[in-house]
């Protein structure tokens, strides 16, 4: 079993759809990140969490520290949000300071 | 400031051969890791340097797998007799402190 696990794999949605993504860990973390990578390879970093909510225009993060999960919202959906978003973890049990990653949920926007 | 660096964006190489890549990270950071992508899963960490000093590898990181951050700036990762199954994306990012990640845009090694 893998220490980040996501869904869905792969999401389809029509333009300006609300779409939610989850991230569940198994383990203690000192920070969860958001990134996206689109098809050329590059990751951008989207948000850095360790407790409670994040906003940056029409992506929303959230966190429970006690329920070891996460969400990724995007509101209006359009279709260059079309990309691989990935949660990525730091914990004290890997030494804290390299990411564990979850394999990614594949966005797929149409208009 | 340009971001984190990566060359070459892609590399064709031969079974046998052996590759180079090059990680320039963000000037003023000196935490530099290296990860590697294979096709459908996320990132897998390879190794991380603090200014020049290696201080962790993963598994992954077999001896033919070397990386080298010589003045605490850019970073090597070689490659010696490559095998198909060393075929990934090679990314690297750097950070000033703990909660900070930049990412370059990966180097994706092909071996045929």
């Known amino acids: 079993k893998n220490e980040v696990e996501q869904s869905p794999q792969n999401l389809t949605a029509q333009e300006g759809e609300f779409i939610t993504i989850n991230c569940s860990y198994s383990?203690?973390?000192?920070?969860l990140h958001w990134l996206q990578q689109h098809p050329g390879g590059g990751i951008v970093s989207l948000f850095m969490?360790?407790?409670g909510k994040k906003k940056h225009g029409r992506l929303i993060a959230t966190i429970n520290i006690q329920e070891k999960h996460s969400s990724l919202h995007i509101t209006a959906s359009h279709p260059r949000d079309s990309a691989v978003y990935i949660c990525?973890?730091?914990?004290?049990?890997?030494?804290?300071?390299?990411?564990?990653f979850g394999t990614g949920t594949r966005l797929t926007i149409i208009p | 400031d340009t971001g984190v660096s990566q060359n070459p964006r892609h590399k064709i190489t031969k079974r046998g051969q052996n590759v180079t890549f090059r990680c320039d990270p963000i000037?003023?950071?000196?935490?530099l890791y290296w990860y590697r992508q294979t096709l459908g899963q996320g990132p897998e960490f390879l190794t991380y340097?603090?200014?020049?000093?290696?201080?962790?590898k993963s598994r992954l990181l077999s001896d033919r797998f070397s990386a080298e951050r010589p003045k605490g700036s850019f970073s090597t990762l070689e490659i010696q007799r490559t095998e198909q199954g060393d075929s990934a994306m090679y990314l690297c990012?750097?950070?000033?402190?703990?909660?900070?990640?930049?990412f370059g845009s990966g180097t994706r090694l092909t071996v045929v």
């Open positions: 000037s003023e950071h000196n935490r």
């Open positions: 383990v203690g973390i000192s920070a």
């Open positions: 969490l360790s407790s």
């Open positions: 990012a750097s950070s000033l402190s703990l909660y900070g990640y930049t």
């Open positions: 990525a973890v730091r914990s004290p049990n890997f030494g804290n300071e390299k990411l564990t």
């Open positions: 340097f603090q200014n020049e000093a290696q201080l962790e």
